[in-house]
């Protein structure tokens, strides 16, 4: 392989020679479009988005193709059914399977909260209740889930349930090949010091919210976790770190992959990501189509404090887990998003790969690495992008039809429709296209008519998070996160990939 003329920063991702990638019809179209540069198809294979009002409210909330419709669920100040009003900050979500329900069938969704010290989601499982009073924060860590059963009569009311309370900016996560979440702690903040926990885990939600215990799975390690996705093959878990320019890519390898709830807490081994053949990779900027190998490196310690890390790009605290893995020779990220496993792959979001103006590594519109698990080969399929293409990318989902869905969280661009954040597909070519627009304007009059209980604003710049189908890929259901709404998005799929 040929490196003259690569900034040096490919060149380390590269040397090695590394061989292809299976040529799936996915990475084989990346390969020969790797040469030229990304651009975006704005109006994309579902056609021009126009506003498209609610169909619970009424309002214009979003910008969507033709033929697309969608209804809202379970806003920030809705009453729960313990009677408790739903907690702010949307963010991961996923659809965990259908039942009988009251109305009928309805699928279950479980949903992250990403607050931070405030008021105390009253759920069945407790981790930490500490009163917390410091300067700029008074109050019990605000973070878990919520449970939404939504009927598929679209004419039957949504029950919202507390699963999950006492964590810290729960962030992302991931579904189980068998029904659960994996809710995940952004953070390693540490409240003994107040008489409360430490925090940095990942917990198990089920769901049936009564049958949540809040005990945080130590094995996973203590570090400041976006997302999770399982490989139903193996039960491995894979799991990304969201710290800028200090952030590993993980995997735990549990003691017993039967499969069932539970299993995950009874230990396993938490393990690193390296480049094979390269010692302390850096991954901050990779171009469309550049390739590695992984192999995997122990962690001893995975519940080790954070320390002191310092190099080149970054100054600052690291987490235990990571200080160990790059001591050992593993791989850096710039800073790990969300993770999806579709049809034997993972599909890896790095929200701040490439450069600046200034050319500082790590510090730009984000990527996205595709791993293939048999193999353990992982190709950039987008990289290098403006961030008209792709701005900041954060969770990813993949259809059941192979579809890869993007959640914007970089304040927003301005286009032929508006400002705002965006949904973006990824085609097979490389190109990203525009699925939706944030068109959150919010106004006192349009939200007592609708019975809604959060602020007038101008949310547009809000990031969308939580994408996920439905197991027949019939609805999309997202959040914007602030000031915390869940869609439920249907309309003619079969006209592009989603």
Same mark, same amino acid.
């Given at each position: 392989?040929?490196?003259?003329?690569?900034?040096?920063?490919?060149?380390?991702?590269?040397?090695?020679?590394?061989? =292809?990638?299976?040529? =799936?019809?996915?990475?084989?179209?990346?390969?020969?479009?790797?040469?030229?540069?990304?651009?975006?198809?704005?109006?994309?294979?579902?056609?021009? !988005?126009?506003?498209?009002?609610?169909?619970?409210?009424?309002?214009?909330?979003?910008?969507?193709?033709?033929?697309?419709?969608?209804?809202?669920?379970?806003?920030?100040?809705?009453?729960?059914?313990?009677?408790?009003?739903?907690?702010?900050?949307?963010?991961?979500?996923?659809?965990?399977?259908?039942?009988?329900?009251?109305?009928?069938?309805?699928?279950?969704? @479980?949903?992250?909260?990403?607050?931070?010290?405030?008021?105390?989601?009253?759920?069945?499982?407790?981790?930490?209740? @500490?009163? @917390?009073?410091?300067?700029?924060?008074?109050?019990?860590?605000?973070?878990?889930?919520?449970?939404?059963?939504?009927?598929?009569?679209?004419?039957?009311?949504?029950?919202?349930?507390?699963?999950?309370?006492?964590?810290?900016?729960?962030?992302?996560?991931?579904?189980?090949?068998?029904?659960?979440?994996?809710?995940?702690?952004? #953070?390693? #903040?540490?409240?003994?010091?107040?008489?409360?926990?430490?925090?940095?885990?990942?917990?198990?939600?089920?769901?049936?919210?009564?049958?949540?215990?809040?005990?945080?799975?130590?094995?996973?390690?203590?570090?400041?976790?976006?997302?999770?996705?399982?490989?139903?093959?193996?039960?491995?878990?894979?799991?990304?770190?969201?710290?800028?320019?200090?952030?590993?890519?993980?995997?735990?390898?549990?003691?017993?992959?039967?499969?069932?709830?539970?299993?995950?807490?009874?230990?396993?081994?938490?393990?690193?990501?390296?480049?094979?053949?390269?010692?302390?990779?850096?991954?901050?900027?990779?171009?469309?189509?550049?390739?590695?190998?992984?192999?995997?490196?122990?962690?001893?310690?995975?519940?080790?404090?954070?320390?002191?890390?310092?190099?080149?790009?970054?100054?600052?605290?690291?987490?235990?887990?990571?200080?160990?893995?790059? =001591?050992?020779?593993?791989?850096?990220?710039?800073?790990?998003?969300?993770?999806?496993?579709?049809?034997?792959?993972?599909?890896?979001?790095?929200?701040?790969?490439?450069?600046?103006?200034?050319?500082?590594?790590?510090?730009?519109?984000?990527? @996205?690495?595709?791993?293939?698990?048999?193999?353990?080969?992982?190709?950039?399929?987008?990289?290098?992008?403006?961030?008209?293409?792709?701005?900041?990318?954060?969770?990813?989902?993949?259809?059941?039809?192979?579809?890869?869905?993007?959640?914007?969280?970089?304040?927003?661009?301005?286009?032929?429709?508006?400002?705002?954040?965006?949904?973006?597909? !990824?085609?097979?070519?490389?190109?990203?296209?525009?699925?939706?627009?944030?068109?959150? !304007?919010?106004?006192?009059?349009?939200?007592?008519?609708?019975?809604?209980?959060?602020?007038?604003?101008?949310?547009?710049?809000?990031?969308?998070?939580?994408?996920?189908?439905?197991?027949?890929?019939?609805?999309?259901?997202?959040?914007?996160?602030?000031?915390?709404?869940?869609?439920?998005?249907?309309?003619?799929?079969?006209?592009?990939?989603?």
């Amino acid at each position: 392989m040929h490196h003259r003329g690569l900034d040096p920063y490919r060149r380390e991702l590269l040397k090695g020679g590394l061989a =292809a990638i299976a040529a =799936a019809p996915f990475v084989s179209a990346l390969q020969a479009c790797s040469g030229r540069s990304q651009v975006t198809t704005t109006t994309g294979p579902y056609g021009y !988005l126009q506003p498209t009002h609610d169909l619970s409210t009424g309002l214009p909330l979003l910008q969507l193709p033709p033929g697309f419709s969608y209804r809202t669920l379970s806003w920030t100040g809705d009453p729960m059914q313990d009677g408790n009003p739903v907690p702010p900050r949307h963010d991961g979500m996923a659809v965990l399977g259908m039942q009988d329900g009251p109305d009928g069938p309805e699928l279950i969704l @479980v949903r992250n909260h990403e607050n931070g010290i405030g008021r105390l989601i009253q759920a069945p499982a407790q981790y930490d209740s @500490v009163l @917390v009073d410091r300067r700029r924060e008074y109050g019990q860590p605000g973070g878990g889930t919520t449970n939404l059963f939504v009927p598929l009569d679209p004419r039957r009311p949504v029950r919202t349930s507390p699963s999950l309370g006492g964590t810290l900016i729960n962030c992302a996560g991931g579904p189980t090949p068998w029904g659960s979440w994996l809710s995940c702690e952004e #953070t390693i #903040t540490d409240l003994t010091p107040h008489g409360g926990r430490r925090h940095g885990y990942v917990f198990e939600v089920t769901a049936e919210p009564a049958d949540t215990t809040g005990a945080p799975i130590i094995g996973m390690g203590r570090f400041k976790h976006e997302a999770a996705a399982v490989d139903p093959q193996t039960g491995i878990v894979y799991l990304t770190e969201d710290s800028h320019n200090r952030a590993g890519l993980y995997r735990y390898v549990p003691l017993d992959a039967s499969g069932r709830q539970g299993l995950l807490a009874l230990g396993g081994q938490l393990q690193a990501a390296k480049v094979a053949g390269v010692d302390k990779a850096d991954l901050l900027n990779p171009a469309l189509g550049d390739e590695v190998e992984l192999e995997w490196i122990d962690i001893p310690d995975p519940d080790a404090d954070p320390g002191s890390y310092n190099d080149t790009y970054v100054t600052g605290t690291a987490s235990g887990p990571y200080l160990q893995a790059r =001591a050992a020779g593993a791989l850096r990220m710039s800073r790990g998003e969300g993770i999806w496993y579709a049809d034997g792959r993972l599909y890896i979001v790095d929200t701040s790969a490439g450069t600046d103006r200034s050319g500082r590594p790590g510090h730009g519109a984000g990527s @996205v690495w595709m791993l293939d698990l048999a193999s353990m080969r992982m190709q950039a399929i987008f990289a290098r992008a403006a961030p008209a293409q792709g701005n900041h990318p954060d969770n990813i989902t993949v259809s059941p039809r192979g579809g890869i869905l993007l959640c914007e969280d970089g304040g927003g661009i301005s286009d032929q429709f508006g400002p705002g954040n965006r949904l973006m597909g !990824l085609l097979p070519s490389g190109e990203s296209y525009v699925f939706a627009k944030n068109n959150l !304007l919010l106004f006192d009059r349009d939200l007592r008519r609708a019975g809604k209980r959060v602020q007038a604003g101008d949310y547009r710049s809000r990031e969308f998070c939580g994408a996920c189908f439905d197991p027949a890929g019939e609805i999309l259901f997202v959040n914007v996160q602030t000031p915390g709404i869940t869609f439920a998005i249907t309309g003619p799929w079969e006209r592009g990939p989603l």
